[in-house]
């Protein structure tokens, strides 16, 4: 199965929580992912950011307090 990004951001507005990979995603399609999540209070975790700056985290982590789990286990 095949999902859009834009799938995804409509998934997550809708209140369905996900389990992404970062190292699969631009930075700008999963900050976009997470600032779908704040009105329907979906959790998002992402797994795989090795390759994203402190800086990035930072700014995908306050673009949805609270909902979203950096996955430090893989």
Do not use: C, W, Y
């Amino acid at each position: 199965m095949i999902i859009t990004n834009e799938q995804l951001k409509h998934i997550v507005a809708a209140g369905g929580g996900l389990v992404v990979d970062a190292s699969t995603m631009t930075f700008g399609q999963l900050r976009d992912l997470v600032a779908a999540a704040p009105s329907s209070k979906a959790t998002i975790t992402i797994k795989n950011f090795a390759a994203m700056t402190a800086g990035q985290l930072n700014e995908i982590a306050s673009l949805a307090p609270g909902l979203v789990v950096f996955d430090l286990t893989s």
